[in-house]
C-alpha cells in the first residue's frame, strides 16, 4: 500500500512540475463515445500492459467523445479501464501527451456554438503511457463513508480544472506583463 500512495504523491508531483514550472497545459478526458444507460459510469476505453524501448506501461486504445481543450492543451488526463473488471476498481487515469503516436482529434463539432470550442474529443490508438506517468483512481480500501469518499477520482477532477485555471492565469500574466512593458 505504501508503494501505490508514494506512486500517486510521484504522479501529483510530474502533473503539478508540468503545469507550474514547465508551463503546460493539462486537460481533462473522461467522457466515452459509447453512450448508454451506463455511460455515465462505465469506461470503455482499455489500458493493456506494455513494455516500449524496455520502459514498463500501459497501451491506450479509446475514443473520448468530449475533453476539455482538444489540440490545445499540452497533455491530456485520460480516463481507462484496466484489464480484469468492470468495477471503478479498475479505472486509472493516464497523463498522455497530445503529440504522442496513435493520438488524434475526433471529428469537430459541426454545431453552431460548439465549433470553436475545442472540446471534441479525441481517439486514442495503440498509445503508450508509462507506468510513470499513471495512476489508479481507487487504489486504497474504504474504511468508512461511501465510494464516493476515496480520493482518486477528486485529485483527477482537480488536477483537470487547475491545469485550465493556471493555464489562464499564465496567459493573463503574459498579457498583462507585455502591455506594461510596452
Given at each position: 500500500?505504501?508503494?501505490?500512495?508514494?506512486?500517486?504523491?510521484?504522479i501529483?508531483?510530474?502533473?503539478?512540475?508540468?503545469?507550474?514550472?514547465?508551463?503546460?497545459?493539462?486537460?481533462?478526458?473522461?467522457?466515452?463515445?459509447?453512450?448508454?444507460?451506463a455511460?455515465?459510469?462505465?469506461?470503455?476505453?482499455?489500458?493493456?500492459?506494455?513494455?516500449?524501448?524496455?520502459?514498463?506501461?500501459?497501451?491506450?486504445?479509446?475514443?473520448?467523445?468530449?475533453?476539455?481543450?482538444?489540440?490545445?492543451?499540452?497533455?491530456?488526463?485520460?480516463?481507462?479501464?484496466?484489464?480484469?473488471?468492470?468495477?471503478?476498481?479498475?479505472?486509472?487515469?493516464?497523463?498522455?501527451d497530445?503529440?504522442?503516436?496513435?493520438?488524434?482529434?475526433?471529428?469537430?463539432?459541426?454545431?453552431?456554438?460548439?465549433?470553436?470550442?475545442?472540446?471534441?474529443g479525441?481517439?486514442?490508438?495503440?498509445?503508450?503511457?508509462?507506468?510513470?506517468?499513471?495512476?489508479?483512481?481507487?487504489?486504497?480500501?474504504?474504511?468508512?463513508?461511501?465510494?464516493?469518499?476515496?480520493?482518486?477520482?477528486?485529485a483527477?477532477?482537480?488536477?483537470?480544472?487547475?491545469?485550465?485555471?493556471?493555464?489562464?492565469?499564465?496567459?493573463s500574466?503574459?498579457?498583462?506583463?507585455?502591455?506594461?512593458?510596452g
Amino acid at each position: 500500500r505504501r508503494g501505490r500512495k508514494i506512486a500517486k504523491v510521484a504522479i501529483a508531483r510530474k502533473i503539478l512540475t508540468r503545469l507550474g514550472t514547465d508551463g503546460r497545459w493539462i486537460a481533462n478526458f473522461a467522457s466515452e463515445s459509447v453512450k448508454s444507460s451506463a455511460a455515465n459510469i462505465s469506461i470503455s476505453t482499455a489500458a493493456v500492459p506494455a513494455v516500449r524501448d524496455g520502459v514498463t506501461g500501459w497501451s491506450l486504445s479509446g475514443v473520448k467523445s468530449f475533453g476539455c481543450a482538444t489540440g490545445v492543451a499540452d497533455d491530456y488526463l485520460v480516463t481507462a479501464k484496466f484489464p480484469g473488471g468492470e468495477t471503478a476498481d479498475h479505472l486509472g487515469v493516464f497523463l498522455v501527451d497530445r503529440r504522442a503516436p496513435g493520438v488524434s482529434e475526433r471529428q469537430r463539432w459541426d454545431a453552431i456554438g460548439m465549433r470553436a470550442t475545442a472540446t471534441h474529443g479525441i481517439v486514442l490508438d495503440d498509445v503508450f503511457v508509462a507506468e510513470s506517468y499513471t495512476y489508479s483512481l481507487l487504489d486504497h480500501p474504504l474504511r468508512r463513508g461511501a465510494a464516493h469518499y476515496r480520493l482518486g477520482l477528486f485529485a483527477m477532477t482537480a488536477a483537470g480544472h487547475a491545469g485550465f485555471a493556471l493555464g489562464v492565469a499564465l496567459v493573463s500574466f503574459m498579457v498583462f506583463f507585455t502591455l506594461h512593458e510596452g
